[in-house]
């Protein structure tokens, strides 16, 4: 039996066939909700919503929660607040497959009276017993004709003894899967609930699917589903147009994992990463723009993206790309947008400072400056909490730094002395750290370093001259002070 896609193309014969049909592309996202979104899977989701948005398509969400050991509704929320967090609503659902069990018992009685199905009675160990010394594992059809009863027993599908079935897929083109290396397959366990590969095939059959856009890891069981959907539907059987995407793979180009990676999308989130730039960096994990532009319009990536220009190879998650393109997502924004962006960061169960400490203005004043410098949004407590604490937050690495700086207390008294008479702007304090720099015979980001350790605890952050001029004289002189006490020493 044949699938019912070409390899090449974003519109074949049979997939303009279903599309007409049913009025139009429909694509699916069917995630199972036993753990965050993975970042795999968001981009499975995207490239099916980009798909329906470039094909003026609908996008389905269906919820395939029939795993009841597994499930949980809290990764459902999270699905669907994730999706809605990359800005990709569903066009329909989220259809729960727990609320579709009657369509699964028809297809099963549907197959079961064609004879597609047989009982099977036997456990794992007896399997495992019966085939250890076979060449190929696998069941081995004990059960295919000993005409059992179904009812407490598991349920297989009786797979044709010759032949292939060949997948055609758009971006892999024909995948052929001989009958002989596919065994009897169970598709309903003893308890009578339906496995995965029966349900997303009525499933599909019923919401009209054309296209079938998922990762590369459930080609195996494609042909599975296409034999229960011609048993089901028969040979001349309208089939959707199939898209197996590229895994994702890490700097090892190992696939990437939850156990090992960084890999929820919620995550990202929490960390700061825009939705924009996510969505933009996931788009090109595994396709490019025709034009080879990296920043794209949620417009661009609409009009550009095809399935059969999808690149069948891994594609590195690259999480230094991730944090390039968001930074130029950052600076993009207007100065509003990042203090709106940023403000989460800022809220009293985030913050490090006390709630009444915090103050707008300073905050709006040093924003441009931070807009420049982070990675993430999560970045902007640690970049502006000297401003908002009555005493810094001292790195211990900073510290240590400091400490090991032989000229350190000389530049802390002289800067102390200097400062106290100097105008206060951050132009006039330059000059004045400057003629320091160059009496003491040393390089200006030298004499800073020091003083930033002293004044905001860290050895990175925004500027330092706008830095104090914001902080304000007394509690520069102050932090001086204590930095400079610290260190003991002789008074220089």
Known sequence: MAGGAGATGGATPVAAAVAAAVGGTRVRFAPSPTGFLHVGSARAALYNWLYARHTGGIFVLRIEDTDTERNREEWVDGIISSLSWLGMEPDEGPFRQSARTDAYHRAIDTLWEAGALYACGCSRDEIDARTKSNATPGYDGFCRDR???????????????DGTTVVHDLIRGDVVFTHEAIEDFVVVKSSGAPLFVLANVVDDIDMHITHVIRGEDLLPSTPKGLLIWSALEGDDATLPAFAHLP??????????????????????????????????????????????RE??????????????????????????????MNKEYLRAMSVDAFIEAARPWLAPDRAPWPPE??????FRTMAPLVQERVGVLGEVPDM?????????????????????????????????????????????????????ADDLGRKLNKVQAPIRV???????????????????????????????????????
Do not use: C
């Open 147 to 161: 005409g059992l009863e179904r009812e407490g027993r598991a349920l297989r599908f009786k797979v044709p003894e």
């Open 384 to 436: 502006v909490d000297f401003l908002f604490l009555e005493r810094p937050l001292v790195d211990e690495g900073s510290w240590e730094a400091l400490s090991k700086d032989d000229s350190a207390p000389a530049v802390l008294d002289r800067a102390l002395a200097i400062y106290r008479e100097s105008e206060w702007s951050a132009e006039t304090l330059h000059s004045a750290t400057q003629a320091l």
């Open 247 to 292: 895994l994702l793979v890490n700097e090892r180009r190992q696939k990437l994992s939850k156990r090992r990676d960084d890999v929820a999308v919620e995550s990202y989130q929490e960390r700061g990463y825009l939705a924009a730039a996510m969505r933009n960096y996931l788009t090109l994990l595994g396709w490019s723009d025709p034009q080879g």
């Open 357 to 362: 400490r915090f103050d707008e203005g300073v």
């Open 454 to 492: 002293a004044v905001t605890g860290r050895r990175v952050g925004p500027p330092l001259f706008q830095s104090l001029e914001v902080l304000g004289r007394e509690a520069v002189l102050e932090r001086l002070g204590a930095a400079r006490e610290r260190l003991g020493g002789d008074r220089g």
């Open 295 to 324: 920043i794209l319009t949620v417009e661009e990536m609409v009009a550009g993206f095809e399935l059969s220009e999808v690149n069948h190879a891994p594609a590195f998650f690259d999480l230094k790309k991730l944090e390039w």
